[in-house]
């Protein structure tokens, strides 16, 4: 029996580990599990060199050497088993970047800006062409693809036909021209479309994938919610020219000119999101790769003169995104078809005072609503707050073009900062030629449709200017965390 016992036990320590311990504990336990096998790997041979006889050491040298084979091949297995295992636990998780240096992810935001760029400006012929309201119904999955069919086509333009704007104005309209407007009004919303998509799922890829920060992240799931909530205003918007009290005596049939403002200030945040997230990423990098010179910078802007520079730049894009709202209004209520001449507005630089304040915008007996509503409703008073907000707008920035260049804001100022006032000139000066321009030839769509772009455009100098005015907390400790792992000569 105790030739057995070896034979025995070498047996049934030969079996792989897994038969008798369950897979976590392996898991958690890979090296325990290792010491284990090699402990009973010596137990045998011990007790074999011991009870071994002379007359049975062939035959028991026989069973060793075939049990050790089997054992052996069985250690090496559950071994194995044991390192994937520890291999698999200690394999380490990706993690958010502390920062957002990818140029991929740049140039994809700046991207996504311009095509939003794009968008805005089509938008403009859209409206001008009054070609928003060819399309009564909201489809944004099904209606990807145009009328297909002479018999689709007959539907639509069926449906068009019972609009106020076909009634009242385009009742000589026949489906050769109904298709021309019905076109402009899908690829504006394919086109919406299209930059919902493109910039949603590249941004759950970015996400998913850890390529950018965890601020970042909270941009593109930001971004991604307002371009949805666009979608919507935009049908919010169009609907408002197709109720029915536009058949009313006296109507006239467009889309209400608070939600068209409204439509236009989304796009305009939109985008001036995604071109501040991208340009963010750029400076970020280019810092990060010459930290010294980025702390000189840090210390540049810290100055007062530089402080109070960039309170300007702040009160001026402020001032620039005000009078884009009130272009928006003076849109939406055709107010650019009045008083086509300039700096006079009839036999003044302003009109009659019992025309701006005019008693028939009031909708409250006491009159306490006169004087919003005639600001907001009244054209002849929107056109003139156009009018004062654009002049002002103009002067502030050669005010501030001169102030970059005096004292001790010139002394200190960056060179990309003063590049920036400059372009800001240029910018106005143009932005003010295309409006007085539109105004005098009554709207022509060209020049209206170049208005629109000069605003956003000039919108864009003036973001240009305030990033290149500032570094963010989270940039400044990057940069202070690369200097000092520097070494130090």
């Known amino acids: 029996m105790s030739l057995l016992i070896p034979g025995r036990q070498l047996v049934s320590f030969g079996r792989p580990s897994s038969w008798f311990v369950c897979r976590q504990c392996l898991r958690q336990q890979p090296q325990l599990a290792s010491s284990r096998v090699l402990g009973s790997l010596r137990q045998p041979r011990r007790h074999v060199s011991k009870t071994a006889t002379s007359t049975t050491s062939t035959a028991t040298t026989r069973r060793l050497g075939s049990s050790t084979v089997f054992f052996s091949i069985s250690a090496r297995a559950s071994m194995s088993t044991a390192a994937q295992a520890a291999g698999q636990v200690s394999k380490p998780k990706r993690t958010f970047p502390e920062a957002t240096t990818s140029k991929s992810v740049a140039y994809w935001l700046l991207g996504s800006a311009a095509s939003v760029f794009g968008i805005v400006v089509f938008g403009g012929l859209t409206r001008l062409t009054e070609s928003g309201l060819s399309i009564t119904e909201w489809k944004p999955v099904t209606g990807s693809l145009p009328p297909l069919t002479q018999e689709h086509w007959e539907s639509e333009f069926e449906k068009y036909r019972a609009s106020p704007e076909f009634k009242m104005l385009n009742s000589h309209m026949d489906l050769a021209e109904f298709k021309k407007i019905y076109f402009m009004e899908w690829t504006h919303r394919l086109w919406g479309r299209f930059i919902g998509l493109s910039f949603v799922l590249p941004a759950a890829y970015f996400i998913a994938r850890r390529r950018v920060s965890v601020p970042m992240a909270r941009t593109l799931v930001g971004i991604s919610g307002l371009i949805g909530f666009q979608g919507f205003i935009g049908w919010w918007m169009v609907k408002s020219g197709l109720t029915d009290d536009l058949f009313a005596p006296g109507s006239h049939p467009r889309v209400s000119q608070y939600r068209l403002t409204a439509h236009l200030a989304t796009a305009f945040v939109c985008y001036s999101w995604m071109l501040l997230a991208g340009l963010s990423v750029l400076k970020t990098r280019r810092l990060l790769a010459k930290p010294a010179d980025a702390m000189k910078l840090v210390e540049t802007?810290?100055?007062?003169?530089?402080?109070?520079?960039?309170?300007?730049?702040?009160?001026?894009t402020a001032l620039v995104f005000t009078t884009v709202l009130s272009g928006a209004l003076v849109a939406g209520l055709d107010a650019g078809l009045i008083y086509n001449e300039f700096p006079k507005m009839g036999l003044g630089l302003t009109p009659p005072a019992s025309e701006l304040w005019d008693k028939f915008y009031s909708r409250k007996e006491d009159g306490s609503d006169l004087w919003w509503r005639n600001m907001l409703e009244n054209p002849s008073l929107v056109q003139l707050d156009h009018r004062i907000l654009a002049t002002t707008t103009f002067s502030a920035v050669l005010a501030l073009f001169f102030y970059a260049r005096r004292g001790r804001v010139a002394a200190v100022l960056p060179k990309d900062a003063r590049k920036g006032a400059t372009g800001l000139v240029h910018l106005v000066c143009l932005q003010a030629a295309l409006g007085i321009?539109?105004?005098?030839?009554?709207?022509?769509?060209p020049l209206a449709a170049a208005h629109q772009a000069g605003a956003l455009a000039l919108l864009t100098g003036t973001l240009v200017l305030g990033q290149r005015l500032r570094v963010p907390q989270s940039t400044l400790r990057l940069i202070q965390k690369k200097l000092a792992e520097m070494p130090k000569h």
């Open 437 to 445: 321009s539109t105004l005098i030839y009554m709207v022509p769509v």
């Open 301 to 316: 802007l810290k100055q007062p003169a530089m402080v109070r520079f960039r309170g300007s730049v702040t009160a001026l």
